[in-house]
């Protein structure tokens, strides 16, 4: 499986995928799911995608035949709006599929793969649409500023907590992070490395691109302070009550907590 | 849909419990699927469903059928372990299933229930059992201290990182509906109200049952606790190398942090 996550904020696009592959158990392999079509100052693309391998690798190889030719009806270049290169990706997608499709001697082998595409393409708003193995494509929206594929349950209520329109980058990045960190504790299909892009809004380029690993200095500590942060919070919530009202731990917090500190201070 | 867990910590068990039953989003009911039984100072059980509500309403009626006659083979009073109980259950299940299948006249329904049968049995551990439809039945363990029928992934990586052997019963309580609530955000098809009861170890009764609404007042803290001090952790997660050493939201907290203080008062 795969876990992927892009978003949408104000500022611009955070994308983020996992590295596993796997036929079963016995064939476990890392492999780049994100793709990355930069033409600074004029267009900027990011390309994630899950499901069939080799349907994908024939859908960008043949996005970097069109790129190349001299004369084509269709590029990720030529495309006039990110609808249309969405389109164009989907339309290559549906002829991966078609062509190993006919050609197969065998039956029942899944041939279908969801995809990511996002970027900007100078003189539009950036875009983020998810283009589904049929070839039709879905675009974010303020209401649902992120899109998933693969293994998106686990990672869900993270986003779904934390990601607004107005969400910082930064932020949104780290919460894309922690979305995948939680689904890799959950489920073994998906694993590092972690791949990290992401776009500022009019800056018409990768503004940073990271892999980060489990030993990775800032994603180790971003795992550990998540983590930490995580189980501190349990320290705080409400008591049922039953429970004694101030606990030996209770007790010195709430000595510690001042009643003019901002209501931030009050999660400890 | 259904999201149902249950927890086994050293200090007793712990189930939770969605009231959201469904078939199709025009045929949506509330139905307990939490059922008590429960003879003080001898035993006590809780039994937990998803899946086809048939089915589920044939194996309780059994049970209580078996354990209202005189003479019976067995029951949940006649039991003498807890593997024994959780075995008669899956076999009701079983053939609950059968009778339908055989005397219906439409394929394709699918009358699968999966069941948690939780409780203890004077002289034994308290014990957590999850019966399949096909009868069998797995236990809990110390590695993998809960158990999850229904819509099982969204509340997951929340119960990954924090229940443990040793965790208490009311932070795995509030742990579990913490995960319930996570569920109900991310799936229309869990809903309120939410049920909660609590085994303590030897007490060979219900300790605590509880029904949680959205407006109950210790629900409706426990949420908002929760919302508010995940999306205060952002503001103290590690920062990404290009952006600034200090925001001016870091500026004031790192003001106010001295370093004789405690590690769990740095997650403000």
């Not at 080799?54 to 709006?81: C, E, F, G, N, Y």
Request: proline share 6%.
């Amino acid at each position: 499986m795969t876990y992927c996550v892009a978003i949408k904020v104000n500022d611009g696009l955070v994308f983020t995928s996992d590295t596993r592959t796997s036929a079963g158990v016995d064939d476990v392999r890392t492999y780049n799911k994100m793709h990355v079509f930069e033409y600074p100052g004029e267009r900027v693309f990011v390309l994630m995608s899950a499901g069939n391998l080799a349907t994908t690798q024939s859908v960008l190889t043949q996005i970097r035949r069109d790129l190349a030719a001299p004369v084509v009806p269709m590029s990720l270049m030529l495309a006039k709006h990110m609808y249309d290169a969405a389109e164009y990706v989907g339309s290559l997608s549906v002829n991966a599929q078609k062509g190993v499709s006919q050609q197969s001697q065998f039956g029942g082998v899944d041939l279908r793969a969801t995809l990511i595409l996002g970027g900007q393409i100078a003189g539009e708003e950036p875009a983020l649409y998810m283009i589904y193995p049929e070839g039709n494509c879905i675009a974010s929206s303020p209401e649902m500023p992120y899109l998933q594929i693969g293994e998106n349950k686990y990672g869900k209520p993270i986003l779904d907590r934390i990601i607004h329109e107005d969400t910082s980058l930064e932020d949104a990045a780290r919460c894309a992070l922690v979305s995948l960190d939680s689904t890799m504790r959950s489920n073994i299909s998906v694993g590092p490395p972690l791949d990290l892009s992401i776009i500022r809004t009019d800056g018409m380029q990768i503004d940073q691109k990271l892999r980060l690993d489990l030993d990775t200095p800032f994603y180790a500590s971003l795992k550990e302070s998540w983590a930490r942060n995580i189980a501190a919070i349990f320290t705080n919530l409400p008591r049922f009550e039953w429970e004694s009202e101030v606990s030996p731990q209770q007790d010195m917090l709430i000595d510690e907590i001042k009643p003019d500190q901002p209501p931030v201070r009050r999660i400890v």
